[in-house]
């Protein structure tokens, strides 16, 4: 792939300023992340451009995953500044954190794109599963629990994101309301989550995907700059434009035709890796 036609390089690059303007759409339609809009987007794209099948879905990850080192910054900074992140927790938390980003980033370098794959439609199903059927408001307990299981939730998190390309906010937000926190401490907690995640994950992608043939053109390791110059800014545009349209709509139908897109894309996605 790295000696692609001139036109090649053109639908490239436009198929990712697609994946851009979806994946800032819906992020500000449903209040999600973005790495869970991203990845099944650059696969699907990745997909109809023929990229080599091995590594697909880690260039999908790991340039999902460079995304977040921008927007996830401004994300953490803005909830900082608004006193929403427990900084108390991330000081005990995030070294449980790392090292599941670099177990599960070591992993995801080492498997097979298909295996790659299924975990993500696996995953993708139990986040569909949450959004549809766990009842607002609901906890399993009052508080996180003490240690070491604490500390194994926040290795959990770390490990599985990174295998996804994600950033905090998908499991941890969930994770954290399941706990009895508020909802806007928990989203500024788990963008905070999304950096510690980021950062290494990214490292971990270049390395891992350094030398290793069939990558699109312009990819440093895993991770693709096309991907990374074009999606940030389209996607950060959008994301207001469906914020926009997220309060002249019902945001409970908005919210169950996602979970049914991600329960689609997660059934597909563990179909191609198992048939």
Known sequence: MEDLSLLSLGLLALALL????????????????????IVPVLFYMFTALKIDSS???????????????GTGASSARAHYKRGSVDMDLLKRWWWAIALGVIAGGTLAGNISGGALTLVFGVVALAVSANMMFRKNGSALAESLPGSPLKEVLGFLIGGISVMMG???????VPTLTLFNYPIHKAVGTAAAIGLIIAVPGTLLSIYFGWGVEGRPPLSLGYVNLIGLLLIIPVSTLAAPLGAKIAHAIDPSRLKLVFALFLGFTGLRMIYGAVF
Do not use: E, P
Request: glycine letters at 28%.
């Open 18 to 37: 697609a994946t851009g303007l979806v994946a800032g759409i819906i992020a500000g339609l449903l209040g999600v992340g973005g790495g869970i809009v």
């Open 55 to 69: 590594v697909l879905m880690h260039v999908a990850v790991g340039t999902s995953l460079a995304t977040i080192l």
């Open 166 to 172: 994600i950033g905090g906010g998908t499991l941890g």
